[in-house]
């Protein structure tokens, strides 16, 4: 079975920019959760979709949004970047409690 | 004070070492306890789960979860080179939003 997906790898963008990134969950989870990983850190939460809804929000300001599609794939996007929005965001889709995680996409914001 | 706190290393071992990996927490609502393995430039991929006080085996790795005293701990027996990597503690009120530790760097030397 495919493992949970993310697009793209890499990603280079410029101050004030904005950008999607996309997830695909594992068949059959309905559970999205994005996280934020700085260099050097443990991954942050950021949200939590189910069932196209949102369940639950980090402590991340409003530039940072996200949907869940009915096939429960999902994009996140983040608006008017920062230099300190360059991080490793992971994906994780669950079904249960157990969470898995995507290869993440790394951002660099120059 | 962060609600998980887990020492960064780096910490280096002989190949065959017994590793112990500790995480403490502050928050009693956590109610589920996880163990992730990130090699580098990659996502956290789950090694164990659980969910009341006492231990866990599987196969190499055993988890330790004491409630009483917010404390919880990774054992890998008989360690090799391949498990060197980051090793993420992340505890979950039921929420599905997980909290990490910063991870702990372990390198294994041959």
């Known amino acids: 079975d495919a493992g949970v997906t993310q697009s793209p790898t890499h990603l280079i963008k410029t101050r004030g920019q904005q950008v999607t990134l996309r997830c695909s969950p594992i068949?059959?989870?309905?559970?999205v959760s994005w996280y934020q990983q700085v260099l050097g850190q443990g991954p942050q939460f950021i949200f939590q979709?189910?069932?196209?809804?949102?369940?639950g929000r980090g402590n991340f300001p409003d530039r940072f949004s996200a949907r869940q599609f009915p096939n429960y794939s999902s994009e996140l996007n983040v608006n008017a970047l920062l230099l300190g929005d360059s991080a490793l965001y992971l994906c994780?889709?669950?079904?249960?409690?157990?969470?898995?995680f995507g290869p993440g996409t790394r951002l660099l914001v120059l | 004070q962060k609600e998980v706190e887990q020492d960064p290393g780096p910490l280096s071992v002989p190949e065959g070492a017994i590793v112990s990996l500790n995480c403490t927490y502050s928050?009693?609502?956590?109610?589920?306890f996880m163990w992730y393995r990130q090699y580098s430039r990659k996502g956290p991929e789950l090694l164990m789960y659980?969910?009341?006080?006492g231990n866990k085996e599987d196969g190499r790795f055993t988890a330790q979860v004491d409630k009483s005293s917010k404390y919880i701990s990774l054992f890998i027996r008989d360690s090799q080179p391949s498990d060197s990597a980051t090793y993420l503690c992340?505890?979950?009120?039921?929420?599905?939003?997980?909290?990490f530790g910063s991870g702990t760097r372990l390198q294994v030397q041959p």
């Open positions: 994780a889709s669950s079904l249960e409690e157990t969470q898995y």
């Open positions: 068949s059959g989870h309905k559970s």
């Open positions: 979709y189910y069932e196209k809804e949102e369940r």
């Open positions: 928050n009693s609502a956590f109610q589920y």
């Open positions: 659980t969910y009341s006080s």
């Open positions: 992340a505890m979950d009120t039921g929420r599905r939003a997980l909290t």
